[in-house]
């Protein structure tokens, strides 16, 4: 009787604990499991080779872009990796490459200059764009040469919708009463988007603005009528399927927006730049879009349609 | 420290709060706030008029029970994002849009499962002698259910709206990232351009609408419920008060979210 | 401020229970054999028309089982830290407002006063304030103490008051007492507290996406994000599985621990 009850006492709270322990080893052990895994299949690279991190925006194009050029450098003998986008746009990734968590952004030439100088003029000249582009990044970053290929800010709508209104160009936006403007977050407080719509430039008023997510909700949007008009991209699969139509920017805010590999000036040698430079000029507006139509629309993974692409082109 | 003051950029969430050219994409305040209110209004009121006389008469009759006891569970379960970006998915596979269909639809269904299982719980504790007493007085079984059974029953079917409505509001904002709108714009955009005061700004806000409301309720169930009616049921057992009130119902139904 | 009461241990009769696990385990078969049958006719012409649920981004993608791996891991890691934590604090404020009774009112105000606090909002401050990981887990911590608070006291306040006088008779000091007897005693009431609020913290846990966080609820964001639903019925079969497993697994834990209630008959 006496055994059992001084025996008793401290099981119950002991075997709770243990419990609790257990699970948490559970825990912990899985994610080492987690983390072996992931440096065998990253880590065999020896200790030679320049590790480079690459860093998308948080949209498919970006996503698609940034494992071309990473999957393309491993290729010429570079210990390439992608971040995780994480919902990141620039004024997330240009802090990444300035402390040394990032070492290459693939950005678009007039965006990636907007950000940089927000004061500077737009041009929808790649050449002039280019040098703005270059004037304004600092002592920390270089960048490669410009890609031919193309995704510019538009402003698109319906075709339906510019049928209906008789629409050409952004400032016939004007004669249309009570329009719903869409874009990203990110759009709301640029200069080249929704700012620049509004103010000096356009002088447009909008019944309402509506943040959605760029891509595939900002499409969808568009077409069931939640908004009217959406800052978009040109590559969008719509647009070549004749869904949308680009209203043409005929006060000339939007830039051009050639592919342009940005790089952290530490990791910046010439042998990089070439390699770069390399892959830039094959890489077509044509290209962009049809990546946009597997990851959009297909819902493909980023990783493949960029595998896909440079086995197709015979660069890996 | 004049140069501070004077700069564009507010310094702190409170002159961001009173500084209206912030606001620029994310909408005035009393416009987000009016979403979402009324969302958060009429999905509740929707539920409670699906959910309260459904629950009372299959309580009465006491049908359902295992699924009364698993909707708790279920609610409980099931994320509330999953609940709003299914339901945005399927309106606009349907062709309704970002608004307000699915958001509205999300919150209906986020509140049914705590008003339903509170109002059954409820209803089932009710007296059994009480019940039998009016039987046996003449009393027709549609008068026992609403002038017996719920009046006995609304503390806790007001403590399950209080619940309900707010994982309402908690749900509402989230809508905001799934193509909504309402206070929760000012997370999502100060989320997106990383403008710690518009997020704080909007986390004050949505708190307070949330206090609010749940306060408002809490005054309404002080008006509403009858005189007598007591808050918690006694229970006959060996010491009063020292029993974990097992006829007391869960009304922690459903998740926070 | 939300008034709540504890959430009494549940009393599903064993033949109830068996019958939903049944059932529970005939759905998940046929689920099997279904998803079976439609990976054998799948080709990649079925996969422009977009249906609710591509089966072969679930079982023939290669990198799906570790990103899901990942996932769950992040997942339970945010579910299990932040309950840790709020046993431990739940601890502390049940033995404060034991010691001193006034206290109990405070403390339900302030642990009702956070669980009212919208998670979207508390994510979201938290994050302008602190890390994301540090965040998630103030907030998830935060969620969890209201019911496990409640759910302490009122299992300590159950234990029958004869009992309490039986032990005090055989000399037994409080210390003693509180780990001898009540604690065994409130184990079961305990349990179920902490059977809620994991399974509520797991629900929560998909909120963090907003702050790059989410387990497998980023999943969910992330099919809105490119707007395909395989993701997010995938993130939210996950979600449930590993909510209900959680349960079962406390549920087990806390019935190994109580062997004498199940000698006593269920209400």
Redesign the interface.
């Known amino acids: 009787m006496n055994t059992t009850r001084s025996r008793?006492?401290?099981?119950?709270?002991l075997?709770?604990l243990a419990?609790?322990a257990l699970?948490?080893a559970a825990?912990g052990s899985?994610?080492d499991g987690?983390a072996k895994?992931d440096g065998a299949s990253k880590g065999d690279g020896g200790g030679e080779k320049v590790s480079l991190s690459l860093r998308p925006q948080?949209f498919?194009e970006s996503v698609t872009l940034t494992e071309v050029y990473a999957q393309f450098l491993a290729t010429k003998g570079y210990d390439t990796s992608v971040q995780k986008p994480?919902?990141a746009?620039r004024?997330?990734v240009y802090p990444a490459l300035e402390d040394g968590e990032a070492d290459i952004v693939i950005d678009y030439t007039g965006s990636a200059a907007t950000f940089l100088d927000p004061a500077g003029t737009p041009s929808a000249d790649p050449d002039e764009t280019y040098d703005r582009l270059v004037a304004s990044l600092g002592d920390n970053l270089e960048v490669g040469a410009f890609s031919p290929a193309e995704d510019k800010n538009a402003l698109v709508v319906l075709k339906s919708f510019a049928e209906e209104h008789d629409l050409t160009t952004i400032s016939d936006l004007a004669t249309v009463p009570d329009v719903v403007f869409g874009g990203?977050?990110?759009c709301?407080?640029r200069e080249d988007c929704?700012?620049g719509y509004?103010g000096d430039t356009y002088g447009l008023t909008f019944k309402?603005?509506?943040?959605?997510?760029y891509?595939?909700?900002l499409a969808?949007?568009l077409k069931?009528?939640?908004i009217d008009a959406a800052q978009y991209q040109t590559t969008a699969p719509e647009i070549a399927s004749g869904d949308f139509v680009v209203l043409e920017d005929d006060k000339g805010l939007l830039s051009a927006d050639n592919v342009v590999p940005i790089v952290a000036a530490k990791k910046s040698d010439a042998d990089l730049l070439a390699a770069l430079d390399e892959l830039s000029k094959q890489l077509t507006t044509e290209d962009l879009i049809a990546w946009n139509v597997r990851?959009?629309?297909?819902?493909?993974?980023p990783?493949d349609v960029a595998t896909d692409w440079l086995e197709e082109k015979g660069l890996i | 420290m004049i140069a501070n003051l004077l700069a564009a950029d507010p310094t702190n969430v409170f002159q961001w709060l009173g500084d209206s050219s912030e606001r620029l994409a994310s909408g005035a305040i009393p416009d987000q706030a009016w979403i979402t209110i009324w969302h958060s209004v009429a999905a509740t009121s929707i539920a409670i008029v699906l959910a309260v006389p459904l629950a009372v008469w299959l309580a009465h009759y006491r049908k359902a029970e295992l699924l009364s006891a698993w909707l708790v569970n279920i609610g409980r379960v099931i994320p509330t994002v999953t609940i709003v970006a299914v339901a945005v998915l399927v309106s606009l596979r349907n062709g309704y849009g970002f608004e307000p269909w699915p958001i509205l639809i999300a919150l209906v269904a986020m509140a049914l499962p705590p008003i339903f299982s509170n109002t059954y719980t409820a209803v089932r504790g009710v007296d059994e002698n009480v019940v039998s007493a009016a039987r046996a007085i003449g009393t027709t079984e549609w008068s026992i259910m609403t002038s017996i059974e719920l009046p006995l029953a609304s503390m806790v079917i007001l403590t399950g709206i209080r619940v309900a409505a707010v994982q309402v509001v908690a749900t509402e904002v989230i809508g905001a990232f799934f193509g909504g709108e309402g206070l929760g714009a000012y997370i999502r955009q100060g989320l997106g351009n990383r403008d710690n005061y518009e997020v704080q700004a909007g986390a004050l806000l949505i708190t307070g609408v949330a206090m609010t409301l749940d306060l408002c309720l809490f005054l309404l169930s002080k008006l509403l419920i009858p005189k007598g009616v007591s808050p918690v049921k006694r229970s006959s057992t060996d010491r009063a008060g020292t029993e974990p009130r097992p006829s007391e119902p869960a009304s922690t139904a459903g998740p926070v979210s | 401020m939300t008034a709540l009461s504890p959430v009494p241990a549940t009393g599903r009769s064993a033949a109830t229970r068996w019958v939903v696990r049944g059932v529970v385990a005939v759905a998940l078969v046929a689920f099997a054999i279904w998803a079976k049958s439609r990976i054998d006719g799948l080709d990649t012409s079925t996969q422009a028309t977009n249906p609710i649920i591509r089966w072969e981004w679930l079982f023939l993608r290669e990198r799906t089982p570790d990103e899901l791996r990942e996932m769950t891991i992040q997942h339970l890691q945010l579910t299990v830290i932040p309950m840790a934590i709020g046993i431990t604090i739940a601890t502390g404020l049940t033995l404060v407002a034991r010691k001193l009774r006034w206290s109990l009112t405070p403390i339900t105000v302030v642990t009702s006063f956070l669980y009212t606090i919208p998670s979207f909002a508390l994510f979201g401050i938290l994050r302008t304030l602190t890390t994301n990981f540090q965040a998630a887990v103030i907030a998830l911590t935060s969620y969890s103490l209201l019911v496990l608070v409640r759910n302490f006291v009122a299992g300590l306040d159950g234990v029958p008051g004869h009992v309490l006088d039986a032990a005090d008779g055989l000399g037994m000091g409080p210390l003693r007492r509180l780990i001898t007897v009540e604690i065994p005693l409130a184990l079961p009431v305990i349990f179920t507290g902490i059977r809620v609020a994991t399974v509520t913290i797991v629900g929560l846990v998909a909120v963090s996406s907003i702050i790059q966080l989410g387990g497998l609820g980023s999943l969910i964001f992330e099919g809105y994000k490119v707007l395909f639903s395989t993701k997010i019925v995938v993130g939210t079969v996950l979600s449930i599985l590993l909510a209900t497993l959680l349960d079962l697994l406390l549920d087990w834990v806390g019935r190994l621990l109580t062997p004498w209630a199940r000698r006593k008959a269920e209400p």
Do not use: H, N, Y
């Open positions: 008793s006492p401290w099981r119950a709270p075997a709770l419990a609790f699970v948490l825990c899985d994610s987690a895994d948080d498919a994480d919902g746009f004024d997330g990203s977050a990110q709301m407080e929704l700012l509004q309402s603005v509506k943040t959605l997510d891509g595939p909700p969808a949007g069931s009528g939640d990851t959009d629309i297909d819902k493909d993974d990783v």
